[in-house]
């Protein structure tokens, strides 16, 4: 087992780090991580086409959501990695989809939105604040302000009519998805923003709504006492009998808005709940007993049915357990083994293609399985950037949060 802590002294320069094949990583050499990591951005970025001056949707059959977490981890990459050279790219994207009020709703994307889309871009924009990611356009909000603009235009939905609370899936009644699921990728995205605006402005409200929204998941039974975190239920029946499906990037984005209370109250019960939901994560590892502790999407890997949503969900559920040991350092252990395991063995999934560099979806088959795509490359990129969480600068709080508008 490794500990992530101790290999803070080593990561290179900036501009030093050269890529290398994945199938040669070394968990635990920063180095060798830099730089199949550099592979692995350059693969996730080959399915988007803007530039550092321009912003391009992702074509078929990624949707806007995607182009989203693909910023996420774009960002995370920038700053766990220290490779800078896609930071304007990242927030000309980021800055070409803030909408008529700064809020990340896009009249291009009016019926179509969601809820849970809306968040990811959100998550984006909150890192973004957290690290001082510079923000160049001085005739809009900075990213925090835009961060708060989205949570206050998603808690705006929250709806009592039925199932107590919590908002729905869409925003849109035209959206033939229909307005009557509530699920928790959109409340859970709610919550994680609520979380980190806490910890970022201090401002009770957030600390408030935090709450609300946890306990109101537990009311309607969407997170069991196991921590298993369940699809969502509908408004027609008072989600009186949830979905039983789960999805590992709602365990994670629970789990870290989770973490991020028990920095912000201190209270034991956050802490608890971290715990338990850790417990939930690891129903996404170990498939079949010769693939202990690699991570798996099991509601569809196994049965070859992940759509091109779900087949990028194992990188959140990663993206997220790494930003939580920050806050609850008692998971590391755990997350290391999981996670450690899970990255060797995405590596060794990422050797077909041209240059024997592209992932393939199932870690746990002992090399590449021949499904591509953009889920695919982040899915790896986020599980082997990751382990360099420990050597990074912890999200900023409060005055150390400032709008930086020129690149270094
Ligand atoms: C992996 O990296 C560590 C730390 O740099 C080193 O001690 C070890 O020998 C490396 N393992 C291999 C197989 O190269
Ligand atoms: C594959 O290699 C070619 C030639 O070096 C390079 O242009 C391309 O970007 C590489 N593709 C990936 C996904 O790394
Ligand atoms: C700044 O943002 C505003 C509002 O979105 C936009 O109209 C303007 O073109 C942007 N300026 C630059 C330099 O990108
Ligand atoms: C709240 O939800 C109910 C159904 O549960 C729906 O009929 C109503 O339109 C919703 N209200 C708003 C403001 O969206
Ligand atoms: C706290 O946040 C809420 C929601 O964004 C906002 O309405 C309120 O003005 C904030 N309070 C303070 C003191 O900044
Ligand atoms: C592990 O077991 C599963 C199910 O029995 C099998 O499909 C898979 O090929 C095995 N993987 C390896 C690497 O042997």
């Not at 809009?140 to 709806?159: D, H, Q, T, Y």
């Not at 409200?205 to 609300?212: F, R």
């Not at 450690?340 to 399985?369: E, I, L, P, R």
């Not at 382990?387 to 949060?401: A, C, Y």
Request: negative net charge; glycine residues 10%.
């Amino acid at each position: 087992m490794i500990f992530l802590k101790s290999v803070r002294p080593a990561i290179a320069a900036v501009g030093l780090i050269t890529a290398g094949p994945p199938k040669d990583l070394n968990i635990t050499d920063p180095t060798s991580i830099q730089s199949v990591a550099k592979t692995l951005a350059a693969g996730t970025m080959e399915y988007y086409h803007g530039t550092e001056t321009q912003f391009v949707d992702l074509e078929q059959p990624y949707y806007w959501w995607e182009c989203g977490a693909m910023m996420g981890a774009m960002l995370d990459y920038s700053h766990y990695v220290g490779d800078k050279s896609y930071d304007k790219l990242i927030s000309t994207a980021l800055l070409a989809q803030v909408g008529p009020k700064f809020d990340y709703m896009l009249p291009s994307h009016f019926g179509q939105e969601g809820n849970d889309d809306q968040a990811f871009w959100g998550f984006a924009v909150m890192s973004a604040a957290e690290r001082n990611f510079p923000q160049p356009n001085t005739s809009i909000p900075g990213w925090l302000e835009m961060a708060e603009n989205i949570f206050n235009s998603i808690s705006g939905r929250w709806n009592t009519t039925a199932c107590g609370g919590g908002v729905a899936w869409q925003i849109f009644p035209s959206n033939p998805n229909t307005m009557d699921y509530k699920n928790t990728v959109s409340n859970g995205g709610l919550f994680q923003i609520a979380a980190r605006l806490a910890r970022a402005t201090g401002n009770q409200t957030y600390v408030d709504w935090a709450n609300k929204i946890w306990d109101w998941t537990e009311s309607v039974k969407f997170i069991d006492e196991q921590g298993i975190v369940l699809d969502g239920g509908s408004s027609r029946e008072n989600c009186a009998t949830p979905n039983g499906v789960s999805f590992s990037y709602s365990t994670g984005i629970y789990l870290y808005g989770a973490a991020v209370m028990a920095d912000v109250t201190k209270d034991a019960k956050w802490t608890t709940r971290v715990n338990t939901l850790m417990g939930g994560a690891k129903t996404f590892f170990t498939p079949f007993e010769n693939a202990t502790n690699i991570m798996y999407e099991h509601a569809c890997e196994q049965h070859d049915v992940c759509n091109v949503d779900m087949r990028s969900f194992k990188g959140y559920l990663s993206r997220f357990m790494y930003a939580s040991t920050l806050y609850v350092p008692e998971i590391l252990p755990t997350v290391n083994e999981l996670l450690g395991t899970s990255a060797k063995h995405a590596a060794q999934a990422c050797t077909g293609g041209v240059n024997g560099t592209t992932c393939g979806q199932k870690w746990y088959v002992g090399g590449f399985d021949g499904t591509v795509g953009l889920g695919e490359e982040m899915c790896a990129l986020e599980t082997i950037q990751g382990l360099l969480v420990g050597s990074s600068k912890p999200p900023l709080k409060g005055d150390d949060i400032k709008t930086v508008r020129t690149f270094a």
